[in-house]
């Protein structure tokens, strides 16, 4: 056993911002509520319902996550939301088509009705298909930051919240790259003032929890803390910080099947992915500027996976396509499928197929509710900026300079899970196993 690391407890209540109160959002709370009072179960929770093996396998000891980890309690959450829309959370779940209505939004609907959104720091051209107009209309970048902060102070005192997490669960803004604004605090702020376009609302809501001391996870995948500016700052403000991209569909799939490519060194020659999606997320990522964010955040993937330079007969000329499509009668069903294109011995060419058919806001809301309480967790242990070991949640992960990041799902859990136990002062599992045969 090594040292435990010192975590502050996980007493009394935790208020958890979503940026955004849409599908994701609104099926993220209606979830908890409804296994807070025992009507669902949270299936696709890691923190609800995974285990983690301790020790050596001789031992036995494979507790609950959440018996292991002192993790906030689904009874101590409180909601906030900011949305472009001014619909609450009832009415936006009844209108987001994932959830039954009888069963899984009037069974809550008191609490549904409660969470109202605050104004949203928005401009429409970050995402033009949004119509909504729950926002400060012609406001400059530095009224919204101002406006955010005001809010997250204003909920902490009315709502009597001892913690905060924020989570962005709004839509994909158009493609944005890091420039000079986002290098330091100061260009950043003089960016702000300028009202630069290279500022989007996720990066102020980034920037105002940050210096609020919230810890920020991004569902999307925008820039918004991926900037050196605001890494830097979570380290300095001793803040924790992770994105970018729930891994839920085919992106979950994509790094499942390509480590296991790579493992067995066949050849890939190409890979096509597409998608047909009709939920609102779908509609904003119809505008071509805004898929290229999310086709920029999915296609990294692969090559980080399969390493062409290493390998460059099995990997030097892939094909790699991805395409989503706007197609309003599926809802937020999604359906994906992939073809793959394989090689093996002596340059054989083989096929996999692979059609899933999602429910998107069912697999993403149990990444968001991990996300929280683990930030929260991280958060009570000390740990600022960038949390890798979160990786396991993300289509894009956040890295240190320098770093690829690790895309492989099982490296990704493997990594989560030492850091659970180096966070608890078990020993970290290599799976070296000498010991069952040495006889030591
Ligand atoms: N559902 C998934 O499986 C999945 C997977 C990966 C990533 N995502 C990402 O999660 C995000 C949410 O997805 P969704 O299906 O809930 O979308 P959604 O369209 O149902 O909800 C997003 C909400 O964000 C609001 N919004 C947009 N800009 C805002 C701003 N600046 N401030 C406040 N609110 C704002 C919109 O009005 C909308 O109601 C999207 O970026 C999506 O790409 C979703």
């Not at 890939?268 to 920029?296: H, Q």
């Not at 770093?403 to 966070?423: C, G, I, S, V």
């Amino acid at each position: 056993m090594s040292e435990t690391r010192s975590i502050a407890p996980a007493d009394g209540k935790l208020g958890v911002l979503t940026v955004g109160l849409g599908a994701v959002a609104t099926t993220l709370i209606a979830g908890v509520e409804l296994a807070k009072r025992g009507q669902g179960l949270p299936i696709g929770s890691m923190t609800q319902m995974g285990t983690i093996r301790l020790g050596k396998r001789t031992e036995n000891r494979t507790p609950l996550i959440k018996d292991f980890v002192p993790l906030a309690r689904l009874d101590d959450i409180v909601w906030g939301a900011w949305d472009v829309f001014p619909d609450d959370a009832y009415v936006s779940a009844t209108r987001a088509g994932v959830l039954e209505q009888g069963k899984h939004i009037e069974a809550i609907s008191d609490v549904l009705r409660d969470i109202r959104p605050m104004k949203a720091a928005f401009e429409r051209k970050y995402a033009r298909n949004l119509t909504g107009d729950n926002y400060y209309e012609g406001a400059s970048k530095r009224e919204m930051l101002n406006s955010i902060r005001a809010d997250i102070n204003r909920f902490r005192d009315e709502k009597k919240v001892d913690r905060l997490v924020m989570i962005w669960c709004a839509s994909t803004e158009i493609f944005i790259e890091p420039g000079p604004q986002h290098e330091n605090i100061a260009s950043f702020e003089k960016a702000i003032d300028a009202n630069d376009d290279s500022i989007a609302p996720s990066m102020l809501y980034a920037y105002a929890a940050i210096l609020e001391g919230v810890p920020f996870a991004n569902g999307s995948p925008n820039l918004a803390v991926d900037l050196p500016c605001l890494r830097d700052l979570a380290i300095e403000k001793k803040v924790a910080i992770s994105g970018k991209d729930f891994k839920t569909g085919q992106t979950l799939i994509k790094t499942v099947i390509a480590p296991m490519i790579k493992v067995r060194q066949l050849g890939l020659a190409g890979w096509y992915s597409t998608n047909i999606l009709g939920n609102r997320d779908g509609e904003v990522l119809d505008a071509p500027e805004n898929f290229k964010t999310k086709e920029e955040s999915k296609l990294g993937v692969l090559e980080d996976i399969l390493q062409p330079a290493q390998n460059p007969d099995l990997y030097g000329d892939i094909f790699h396509k991805v395409q989503i499509n706007y197609y309003p009668p599926r809802g937020d069903n999604k359906e994906g499928w992939d073809n793959i294109d394989i090689f093996g011995w002596m340059g054989y060419p083989m096929e996999i197929k692979v059609n899933f058919l999602c429910r998107d806001s069912i697999l993403a809301a149990p990444l968001a509710l991990d996300l929280v309480l683990y930030s929260d967790l991280a958060q009570r242990a000390g740990l600022g900026g960038i949390q890798e070991w979160l990786s396991f949640y993300y289509k894009s992960p956040q890295v240190a300079p320098g770093l690829y990041p690790e895309h492989d799902l099982f490296a990704q859990l493997t990594k989560l899970q030492n850091t659970l136990r180096w966070m608890m002062g078990e020993d970290q599992i290599t799976h070296l196993g000498r010991e069952y045969y040495d006889g030591e």
